[in-house]
């Protein structure tokens, strides 16, 4: 698949360092990374039903109907890497909007990034996220799971 490189600047330490994303402007697509930021793998939310599957679970929870749908888009980006799709060979979850590693102080904290400019892309064979463990579990194991990354909300039920 096609991605385009990206500069980034540590938060730290303000260190540069290029890396690959999806061109912005893609609708409904995720690049994941681990939070060691080695292993990518690839999400296409309006073509996989997972996506709208945790949706749905998330937005039958009590204090979700309040919620304003901007928030709770933010909260099942966050959650979902963990929840909905198996971790990489070494067992680290996938997360939606990790940042890749700065290259000299290992931080994944980002102070900005923005397209490298001239434009560049690259060629990258990146997985597709999977789902053994998410559908072997039965709906009402879904909802613990869920639960599970949403320890903020766990009075409000
Ligand atoms: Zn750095």
């Known amino acids: 698949m096609k991605l385009q490189i990206f500069v980034y600047q540590c938060e730290p330490y303000g260190h540069a360092f290029q890396a690959p994303e999806l061109p912005l402007h893609g609708y409904g697509e995720f690049l994941l990374r681990t939070g060691s930021a080695a292993t990518m793998s690839y999400l296409d939310a309006l073509a996989d039903p997972t996506y709208k599957e945790v949706d749905a679970l998330l937005a039958r929870r009590s204090g979700m109907r309040e919620m304003k749908a901007t928030k709770r888009a933010e909260i099942l980006r966050n959650i979902y890497g963990q929840v909905a799709c198996d971790p990489d060979g070494d067992g680290t979850p996938f997360r939606i909007g990790q ?16 397209e490298a400019v001239p434009t560049q892309f690259v ?24 639960n599970q990354f949403l320890p903020e909300l766990q009075s409000a039920t």
């Open 123 to 146: 060629e990258l064979d990146i997985p597709a996220v999977t789902h053994a463990l998410w559908t072997s579990l039965s709906d009402d194991q879904k909802v613990s799971r869920i």
């Open 99 to 114: 940042h890749p590693r700065c290259p000299v102080c290992s931080s994944s904290v980002m102070r900005a990034w923005q």
